[in-house]
């Protein structure tokens, strides 16, 4: 790929006590947010076990930042208990519990283990760059880049949108009211221009050109590595549905799951579309495009994490019709296999891998309804 992460160890001596001091402000506010449900009488164990963690994570930045710890122990240390935190204000959401208050005048109500839950994983990525040696600079400039993909990846959800009315709207001209069959047409149609666009304008923009697409004809290497990566795409949705249903949480379904429910002949159109559209446009966009972008300033291994990220954020929208607890429940089904990608990408180094990969995988289950 020719892509190598940036130092970790930027070495800016100006923001040496930066990180620690970043740590110690989110780790707060995670604490703040799991103390107020605990003061309001919600005794979960979840929730309790959560505010000791963020409370040891407290503490790994503040003896940091007064010479009590070495960088490494204290990044350590709060990087075990907050990601300790993320696991556990998760699952008491995703048993139901919430830990809301409303804002004065404005009659929101907030759920603090959500916002608890937000404030700890980006506690574990200031803890993990803390053990890591990167400095204020360092931070601030992956933070930059984190946003600017997460930007990108709703560039393409935006973009899917205006393609949809793009080519819909002729086709309304030239025969009138579509049928569902013809909108699901039009849908994918709208994916591959979409998502295509935006990947080919943010490489056009970034002057990498289209040599950055890494496409090589498949070997025996990556034969291999996409039938690895079936199986480990199944294994791991199998393995986080068995966690998530053990804990007593059902997921919540894709709104196209509930389409094809209503209307099985769509599955025609579906299966190849998942193969020949979705699979190669997604992976171009967030694994060839973000993923291979981050490699500038993450290693690779956090670049897969950091891309999955993305790559869960954009995809709210498409479980939002469930309560919280259920659509935090299919993310995590969502980040488990955005990682299963990342890594096989990482390891072959070819677009083609994933995207099949990824397009079999949702092809296959929707096969079902074919019988």
Not at 34 to 47: A, K, N
Not at 76 to 83: F, I, T
Not at 297 to 321: E, K, N
Not at 323 to 340: D, E, Q
Request: with cysteine; proline share 3%.
């Amino acid at each position: 790929m020719g892509t190598t992460a940036q130092s970790d160890a930027d070495g800016d001596a100006s923001g040496v006590d930066a990180v620690p001091a970043v740590g110690t402000i989110v780790t707060a506010l995670t604490m703040g947010c799991l103390l107020v449900p605990v003061r309001q009488g919600i005794d979960e164990p979840t929730v309790l076990g959560a505010s000791v963690f963020a409370a040891i994570a407290v503490a790994a930045f503040l003896a940091r930042r007064y010479g009590i710890l070495e960088r490494e122990r204290s990044g350590l240390v709060a990087a075990v208990s907050s990601a300790l935190v993320v696991v556990l204000s998760a699952t008491a959401i995703m048993l139901g519990t919430s830990g809301s208050v409303t804002v004065p005048e404005v009659g929101w109500s907030i759920s603090l283990l959500f916002g608890a839950l937000v404030t700890s994983f980006t506690a574990t990525g200031v803890a993990i760059a803390e053990y890591a040696g990167i400095s204020g600079t360092g931070l601030s400039r992956r933070a930059g880049q984190f946003l600017e993909m997460v930007i990108l990846g709703f560039a393409g959800l935006i973009a899917m949108q205006i393609a949809s009315i793009v080519v819909s709207v002729p086709m309304i001209v030239a025969v009138g009211e579509l049928t569902e069959f013809q909108w699901q047409a039009v849908s994918y149609l709208a994916t591959g221009l979409g998502l295509g666009t935006v990947a080919v304008g943010y490489l056009l923009f970034r002057g990498y050109g289209l040599s950055y697409v890494d496409i090589e004809l498949p070997t025996l290497r990556t034969v291999v590595w996409m039938v690895v990566g079936l199986i480990l795409i199944f294994g791991a949705n199998i393995a986080v549905s068995m966690l998530i249903t053990g804990a007593g949480v059902e997921s919540a379904e894709h709104s196209l799951s509930e389409t094809v429910e209503q209307n099985v002949g769509l599955v025609v159109i579906i299966v190849p579309a998942m193969v020949l559209i979705v699979g190669p446009f997604e992976e171009l966009l967030y694994r060839n495009v973000v993923q291979k972008s981050l490699y500038e300033t993450f290693s690779r291994p956090s670049a897969i994490v950091v891309a999955s990220t993305v790559f869960m954020v954009v995809h709210v929208g498409a479980y939002a019709t469930a309560g919280a607890g259920r659509v935090l429940a299919s993310l995590i089904s969502v980040f488990a296999l955005s990682l299963v990608l990342g890594t096989i990408y990482e390891r072959t180094d070819n677009l083609v891998v994933p995207a099949l990969v990824h397009g079999c995988y949702n092809a296959l289950l929707f096969v079902p309804y074919l019988s």
